[in-house]
T-cell receptor
Framework: AQSVTQPDIHITVSEGASLELRCNYS??????LFWYVQSPGQGLQLLLK??????LVQGIKGFEAEFKRSQSSFNLRKPSVHWSDAAEYFC???????????FGAGTTVTVRA | DAGVTQSPTHLIKTRGQQVTLRCSPK?????VSWYQQALGQGPQFIFQ???????QRGNFPDRFSGHQFPNYSSELNVNALLLGDSALYLC????????????????FGQGTRLTVV
């Protein structure tokens, strides 16, 4: 069975500081990995995705993520957060010919001035 | 491009009633997936429709059913509503080759907030 674990429910970070959100997955085949962001009352926006190749992927809004197969992890990072980065972040896993995405429970990011 | 649009945005229903939610996919997309997001949780996959047929289904009871129309728009129907059905229902559209074609992605709508009282 496939699953995603986001160990941190809530993270508070100062504006300008770096941010790292953790994601661990379980998947029986080659995983496709995604990070989505959800602002209050909004749908999900894709930040970045990993299918294959370079294990460090760049996304929108200055985010990047690193796929580590040996650790079954796909952690999201941003060097310097902005107040507008306050939101809920979801990691998700899918696979070839697997039409559904399995999401983690999410990490809420609060940015303090 | 209007993206994925869902209607209504908010809905209040009574236990035992039936509800229909609607989704128009992003222009050019032919596949629609539905997700349920309970408060404080990640989205859970309900089912996916392609070519007007249910292609894959998650772990949801038969009270949840759907339909896809020739113009690719879709409906989610929930019968015999329970309090536990209260959630944000998200629609996502994509191209058929979402995972096989690696340059595509799923686009999500803003969701329908369903409250069952």
């Amino acid at each position: 069975a496939q699953s995603v674990t986001q160990p941190d429910i809530h993270i508070t970070v100062s504006e300008g500081a770096s941010l790292e959100l953790r994601c661990n997955y379980s998947y029986g085949a080659t995983p496709y990995l995604f990070w989505y962001v959800q602002s209050p009352g909004q749908g999900l926006q894709l930040l970045l995705k990993y299918f294959s190749g370079d294990t460090l992927v760049q996304g929108i809004k200055g985010f990047e993520a690193e796929f580590k197969r040996s650790q079954s992890s796909f952690n999201l990072r941003k060097p310097s957060v902005h107040w507008s980065d306050a939101a809920e972040y979801f990691c998700a896993v899918g696979g070839f010919n697997d039409y559904k995405l399995s999401f983690g429970a999410g990490t809420t990011v609060t940015v303090r001035a | 491009d209007a993206g994925v649009t869902q209607s209504p945005t908010h809905l209040i229903k009574t236990r035992g009633q039936q509800v229909t939610l609607r989704c128009s996919p992003k222009s050019g997309h032919d596949t629609v997936s539905w997700y349920q997001q309970a408060l404080g949780q990640g989205p859970q996959f309900i089912f996916q429709y392609y070519e007007e047929e249910e292609r894959q289904r998650g772990n949801f009871p038969d009270r949840f059913s759907g339909h896809q129309f020739p113009n690719y728009s879709s409906e989610l129907n929930v019968n015999a509503l329970l309090l536990g059905d209260s959630a944000l229902y998200l629609c996502a559209s994509s191209l058929r080759e979402f995972f096989g074609g690696r340059n595509t992605e799923a686009f999500f709508g803003q969701g329908t907030r369903l409250t069952v009282v």
